[in-house]
């Protein structure tokens, strides 16, 4: 498949055909940051580059998602999350073309700096699925007409939730989590038929801030020798099962009790996923059965590591991670772990996660600044990008040449293209 794609690629620069790219989900085309675009905006500011904004009504974690020429994004509505919403707005003018509102009358649970629809919705061009946490997955045509909703029950946990759900072949995929109740739950996409559910034992509630136990994860998937794996982390371990049975494949031990980091993979078949809250760190090859941690693990980094929130991405034998707390950026040795950028500092918080595109990083941080580095194991940084001071938690869309970023008050079109 990655074959076929390469040579897609090819014919078509080859032809002088400009490529764009779709942003279907979290994460991007292939789910783990990385755009293919060239000619990607470098520079932008109130004065420049700015196409269109528009102002939200509540601050949001979320994503935006783009298809064609439209953009989705959830929004919360209220302060107590009753009313949560899935929005759709026209690309060219960034007007909002309708909105489709979930009630919820709980008073649920969630941390001071999480939202209610803090996942970012999935489309494939002919619907659109958003979580909103113990309110439901809701499915839409591009239209906003219903086409099937789910009733998960409550997933509640002291800080809330965040997993976005993904679409595979003829799949809804979504990990519910944290609280008592942890599950893999997919559905067919076209019916909403569940498929198949896998509990994972062991939720905790987090009463008292003492229970720190937890996964915010979003599942990634790879294919691996002839099979896709589906990988997650779960409080102490990486786990891999079959997208389409729900199958448990392998583990491997060794992460800590919270992540909220989605797993990155390299084409050779290396996972990374990093912990949340100073937790471990790991690289294992995917690819084994049963407990691979012995046989399958190549690095790991114990306790004392930053806290990380945003996820990483690979570029080649390298992969590329931010935290908070402090606020650094790493590039690290995909096989040793060696930290080859010796903890660059960043000078604000950043929960978004990196985003690849024309071999650089981009990365938004909680000041509306974006910060562009060189995708290479020699440490270079670029330039960044401001706009009205403001949070940004959610990551970069880039499609067609255009990025389309999210702060608590605003959604912004950047482009330079011409006539804009």
């Known amino acids: 498949m990655l074959r076929r ?3 897609l690629l090819s014919l078509l620069f080859l032809s002088g055909i400009a490529w764009a790219e779709n942003w279907p989900g979290w994460r991007g085309p292939r789910s783990n940051g990385q755009s293919g675009e060239k000619n990607v905006p470098l520079k932008w500011s109130e004065k420049e580059n700015v196409r269109w904004q528009l102002d939200l009504p509540a601050p949001e974690n979320s994503s ?3 298809w064609g020429q439209r953009i989705f994004i959830t929004q919360t509505l209220d302060k107590k999350g009753h009313k949560r919403a899935l929005w759709c707005i026209d690309r060219a003018s960034g007007k909002r073309l309708w909105e489709r509102v979930v009630e919820y009358g709980d008073d649920e649970p969630k941390h001071g700096t999480n939202t209610y629809s803090a996942a970012t919705p999935v489309t494939d061009g002919q619907r659109v699925v958003a979580s909103f946490g113990s309110a439901g997955l809701y499915c839409w045509d591009m239209d906003g007409k219903e086409l099937w909703k789910k009733d998960l029950g409550k997933i509640y946990h002291l800080w809330g939730t965040a997993s976005s759900p993904i679409l595979h072949q003829n799949l809804v995929i979504l990990w519910c989590s944290p609280g008592e109740r942890q599950f893999l739950v997919a559905f067919d996409k076209v019916t909403g038929e569940e498929k198949w559910r896998v509990d994972e034992p062991g939720g905790k509630f987090g009463k008292d ?6 996964t915010w994860c979003t599942p990634a998937i790879a294919r691996i020798g002839g099979r896709d794996e589906l990988i997650i982390g779960v409080p102490e ?3 891999a099962f079959n997208p389409q049975s729900g199958e448990l494949l392998w583990t491997c031990d060794g992460l800590g009790k919270l992540m909220y980091t989605s ?3 390299s084409d050779d078949g290396i996972a990374v996923i990093f912990g949340g809250f100073h937790g471990p760190a790991l690289a294992v090859r995917c690819g084994g059965n049963g407990d691979v941690t012995k046989t399958h693990r190549l690095w790991l980094h114990k306790m004392r590591n930053p806290q990380r929130i945003g996820s990483a991405v690979i570029v080649g034998k390298h992969v ?3 935290g908070s707390q402090p606020e650094v950026i790493q590039c690290f040795d995909i096989e040793t772990g060696k930290d080859l950028w010796e903890k660059q500092e960043l000078p604000n918080v950043s929960w978004s996660s990196l985003v690849l595109a024309d071999g ?3 990365l938004p941080d909680d000041a509306n600044e974006t910060h562009i580095f060189e995708a290479s194991p020699t440490f270079k940084q670029i330039g960044t990008n401001s706009l009205p001071k403001e949070i940004v938690r959610g990551s970069l869309a880039i499609s067609d040449g255009e990025i389309f970023l999210r ?4 959604l912004y079109c950047i482009s330079e293209k011409k006539g804009n």
């Open 64 to 66: 935006p998602i783009v």
């Open 263 to 265: 797993a990155v993979v």
């Open 320 to 322: 590329f991670m931010h």
């Open 360 to 362: 650089k990083l981009f």
């Open 5 to 7: 794609a390469a040579v």
């Open 407 to 410: 702060s608590y008050r605003r």
């Open 209 to 214: 801030n003492t229970e720190w136990l937890g």
């Open 237 to 239: 371990k990486v786990k």
